[in-house]
């Protein structure tokens, strides 16, 4: 099982990037994907998390209106469009895999190397 994610960079405040995760190894039309982030220091956090099956999704609060997660079922693979970035986005994102929809750590099983979000203000 591997979770692949991908499109983290350098933005400047205001700007947008686009992550890319892509699941491959075994079937996930029963997962939930997830999101999250984490900074030095810090526990992971939770940002979004999506649905194979449905359009079934989970915002964190502070990046709703910015954020949208979405899924290409065809590409197995999932989308989180990040748009007015903010110097407090600045993370390391992952993309995980879980059995049901949720923003608790705990509840993911498959979990991809992380990509390097960083926007400067």
């Known amino acids: 099982v591997q979770l692949q994610a991908s499109g983290g960079g350098l933005v400047q405040a205001g700007g947008s990037l686009r992550l890319s995760c892509v699941a491959s190894?075994?079937?996930?039309?029963?997962?939930?994907m997830g999101w999250f982030r984490q900074t030095p220091g810090k526990e992971r956090e939770f940002v979004a998390a999506?649905?194979?099956?449905?359009?079934?999704?989970l915002l964190r609060d502070s990046v709703k209106g910015r954020f949208t997660v979405s899924r290409d079922y065809a590409k197995n693979t999932i989308y989180l469009q990040m748009n007015n970035l903010q110097p407090e986005d600045t993370a390391v994102y992952y993309c995980?895999?879980?059995?049901?929809?949720?923003?608790?750590?705990?509840?993911?099983?498959?979990w991809g190397q992380g990509t390097q979000v960083t926007v400067s203000s």
């Open positions: 995980a895999a879980g059995q049901v929809a949720s923003r608790r750590i705990q509840n993911y099983d498959y």
């Open positions: 190894g075994r079937t996930f039309s029963e997962y939930y």
């Open positions: 999506v649905s194979w099956a449905d359009t079934t999704s």
